[in-house]
């Protein structure tokens, strides 16, 4: 599938010889697993493409507090509750990182928070979901964070250096918040009582699909995937990812002693892989538009913590000013 994408997207849009000079060296500096910098020539189309993903998955770490941030006050243990402060804290450093990340390429910070502010800038829509019980903080931890390293794993070899490296630190911090997520979802299992343990079954049929949706559609259905795999930034289609993830949690499923809300998830032989029922595409779409559960009251928040923290956005950039005029005054 990979091959063929890329395959594709070069034939779609230019072969090496019709490149201008510039855009053939930035092409084979790719192809030779040359990793772009910075201050490095690159197609204005490339330089966009990465603004907007890396924008996008600036934005949902940063969004993706707010579930789990309503969760810390009602922890039932110290441990736990430390815990779930120490992973929502990780989120904003993974959204710090990749902001940065971003304003290498000339983009602007600020611009691109109001335009998320605004509803112009999408981010993940499983952040639009509602954590309604204790349970789900194991589930977001275990399921959602799963789904967002098998994505992200792959971002560690993407062509563009900046977010190569911020992805490293991102990654190992998601898998430790996968193995949390577990962990909290195994003694729930194993030690609670039966409501309990229907919390943990409810809170899984409630994110499976949802969690499935976090890959994307097909890249058959984007018209951006096969450009994006010709350069690197991306590496493997949205479908190989989604069966990766599904095979990888299955087995973790069953060791919980729960099942997935899905009656056609079941192991092929001959494919060497787990077959699963059809995605309802339709909700996913409906959630990017704006309209799930929680996508009003998510940016809302966003825009109240974003205003109310304006008086240390401003004092810290007094601070760096006067310090940066005692330096030049020495």
Same mark, same amino acid.
């Given at each position: 599938m990979y091959a063929q994408l890329v395959e594709t997207g070069i034939k779609r849009l230019k072969n090496l010889d019709e490149m201008a000079p510039q855009e053939r060296a930035f092409q084979e500096k790719i192809d030779a697993e040359i990793k772009i910098e910075a201050k490095?020539?690159?197609?204005?189309?490339?330089?966009?493409?990465?603004?907007?993903?890396?924008?996008?998955?600036?934005?949902?770490?940063?969004?993706?507090?707010?579930?789990?941030?309503?969760?810390?006050?009602?922890?039932?243990?110290?441990? @736990?509750?430390?815990?779930?402060?120490?992973?929502?804290?990780?989120?904003?450093?993974?959204?710090?990182?990749?902001?940065?990340?971003?304003?290498?390429?000339?983009?602007? @910070?600020?611009?691109?928070?109001? @335009?998320?502010?605004?509803?112009?800038?999408?981010?993940?829509?499983?952040?639009?979901?509602?954590?309604?019980?204790?349970?789900?903080?194991?589930?977001?931890?275990?399921?959602?964070?799963?789904?967002?390293? !098998?994505?992200?794993?792959?971002?560690? @070899?993407?062509?563009?250096?900046?977010?190569?490296?911020?992805? !490293?630190?991102?990654?190992?911090?998601?898998?430790?918040?996968?193995?949390?997520?577990?962990?909290?979802?195994?003694?729930?299992?194993?030690?609670?009582?039966?409501?309990?343990?229907?919390? !943990?079954?409810d809170a899984i049929n409630r994110f499976w699909w949802p969690s499935l949706m976090m890959f994307g559609p097909s890249d058959a259905d984007s018209p951006n995937s096969a450009q994006s795999m010709a350069w690197k930034i991306k590496r493997q289609s949205n479908d190989e990812l989604r069966q990766r993830f599904i095979d990888q949690t299955v087995p973790q499923l069953e060791l919980l002693g729960c099942t997935a809300p899905d009656p056609d998830l079941k192991w092929n032989e001959e494919r060497g892989h787990y077959d699963f029922g059809a995605i309802q595409w339709e909700e996913f779409y409906q959630v990017l538009k704006g309209n799930g559960p929680c996508n009003r009251e998510r940016l809302e928040t966003r825009r109240v913590a974003y205003e109310d923290g304006a008086w240390v956005r401003e004092a810290v950039v007094a601070y760096a000013r006067k310090q940066q005029q005692r330096h030049t005054a020495a």
């Open positions: 490095n020539w690159m197609p204005e189309a490339y330089r966009q493409t990465l603004i907007r993903q890396i924008s996008q998955h600036a934005h949902s770490e940063i969004v993706g507090m707010l579930p789990e941030g309503n969760w810390i006050t009602r922890a039932p243990t110290l441990k @736990r509750k430390l815990q779930l402060m120490a992973k929502v804290q990780d989120e904003a450093g993974h959204g710090l990182y990749l902001y940065s990340a971003m304003e290498t390429l000339g983009a602007d @910070r600020d611009e691109e928070i109001a @335009r998320l502010h605004a509803g112009k800038a999408k981010y993940s829509s499983i952040f639009n979901y509602p954590t309604l019980t204790w349970a789900d903080m194991g589930v977001v931890g275990w399921l959602v964070d799963g789904a967002a390293i !098998v994505n992200q794993v792959v971002l560690q @070899r993407t062509s563009y250096g900046p977010y190569a490296r911020a992805m !490293v630190r991102i990654c190992k911090e998601e898998s430790f918040h996968q193995r949390q997520g577990y962990e909290l979802l195994l003694t729930l299992m194993r030690e609670g009582n039966d409501a309990q343990q229907a919390m !943990v079954q």
